[in-house]
């Protein structure tokens, strides 16, 4: 970024036109081009996805990367696959979205006082971007959280890549990480102390090879998400 972004609106607009990694610029478009067959008839967005939901937030998500027929397509974070499908039915259930489905950017979902992000803003091949991938994209989810930091006051990290890319984004924003760094797992909370106290909360990602094999269950989710929003003061 050659000027921070002033406000979350112009920090979503310059992540959506970044070109950085080219290997993530190649593997997004080349998927919009393709489709999948359901899909066919549909523009693909097939750029980088922004995060989702209100400036003033007091509670973030911090997922992985976009999916390739998810995010990639529909443009925002978490819309339109089956992960999607889990998150925003058990943030629906806990009261902090509008509706219990998200397909489409333009669908009128709304979440209060949350908002959802990734560490790498560009659908990756196999859904791995690789460690250099992860940091080259750092600096935007730098931003976001110096952004939010007037208001936020809990994190949720579904899936420990997550966990592991934000650590070092919270210790370079002011936050006392401790040393060793606390390791993930679902259910795990560690508060931090800074700039604000800041709840840190784990959660298995709600990828659908743990929620279909039962690792993660909609209750799970609900569980964290609930006590995140308590953290935050979004009862």
């Known amino acids: ?61 911090v997922g992985l990367a976009p999916a390739a027929h998810g995010g990639n397509r529909t443009g925002r974070m978490f819309t339109g696959d089956r992960s999607g499908d889990v998150l925003f039915q058990a943030l629906y259930d806990v009261g902090l979205a509008s509706q219990p489905t998200a397909v489409h950017r333009d669908d009128g979902l709304t979440l209060r006082g949350t908002r959802v ?39 949720v990290v579904l899936g420990g890549f997550g966990w592991q890319a934000l650590l070092p984004v919270l210790a370079e924003a002011g936050w006392e990480v401790p040393r060793p760094r606390p390791r993930f797992g679902h259910g795990a909370h560690v508060r931090l102390e800074g700039p604000s106290e800041l709840h840190l909360l784990g959660c298995y990602h ?12 909609p209750a799970m989710v609900r569980e964290v998400l609930a006590r995140g929003a308590s953290l935050a003061g979004l009862d």
């Open 1 to 61: 970024m050659a000027t921070a972004p002033k406000s979350l609106a112009a920090l979503d607009a310059a992540v959506s036109e970044c070109r950085a990694c080219p290997r993530l610029v190649r593997w997004r478009e080349q998927v919009a081009r393709t489709k999948r067959a359901a899909y066919a008839g549909e523009q693909y967005w097939g750029r980088p996805v922004p995060g989702f939901g209100p400036a003033d937030a007091s509670l973030a998500l």
């Open 117 to 155: 992000t990734a560490p790498v803003h560009c659908a990756p091949p196999d859904n791995k971007p690789t460690p250099a991938e992860r940091d080259t994209c750092r600096p935007w989810l730098a931003r976001e959280l110096e952004l939010l930091r007037p208001t936020l006051r809990a994190v």
């Open 206 to 217: 709600v990828s659908q090879q743990n929620t279909f094999t039962g690792r993660l269950t």
